[in-house]
Nanobody, 127 residues
Framework: QVQLVESGGGLVVPGGSLRLSCQTS????????TAWFRQTPGKEREFVAAARWSRGSTHYGDSVKGRFTISKDNAWNTAYLQMNDMKPEDTAHYSCASTYRGIITSAVRSISSYDYWGQGTQVTVSS
């Protein structure tokens, strides 16, 4: 059974940086797609970033493009979300997700594409 555990959330000032981690157990990155989503109270879960590792492709939400980067470390079986130039509107509960099903480009932003989810970590951007 694949399990995902996020860490690295916290409080950061506007313009600052934070790196989230998503440690994976029960599976590797081979053939996997990993994604990050975020959610604030009263709003729908928002797509942040995804990577289809075998294809070498990455995808980003419009609001984070150019500021956030998704990556992985095979040795630690951990995916990362590097967040730079952070803004108050980045405040949210961030969750990582993964699937081993082959998904097409248009589906990487869809919550229903992912089978495994972590519990998430809270990120707050405030001065």
């Amino acid at each position: 059974q694949v399990q995902l555990v996020e860490s690295g959330g916290g409080l950061v000032v506007p313009g600052g940086s934070l790196r989230l981690s998503c440690q994976t157990s029960g599976g590797t990155f081979r053939g996997a797609t990993t994604a990050w989503f975020r959610q604030t109270p009263g709003k729908e879960r928002e797509f942040v970033a995804a990577a289809r590792w075998s294809r070498g492709s990455t995808h980003y939400g419009d609001s984070v493009k150019g500021r956030f980067t998704i990556s992985k470390d095979n040795a630690w079986n951990t995916a990362y979300l590097q967040m730079n130039d952070m803004k108050p509107e980045d405040t949210a509960h961030y969750s990582c997700a993964s699937t081993y099903r082959g998904i097409i480009t248009s589906a990487v932003r869809s919550i229903s594409s992912y089978d495994y989810w972590g519990q998430g970590t809270q990120v707050t951007v405030s001065s």
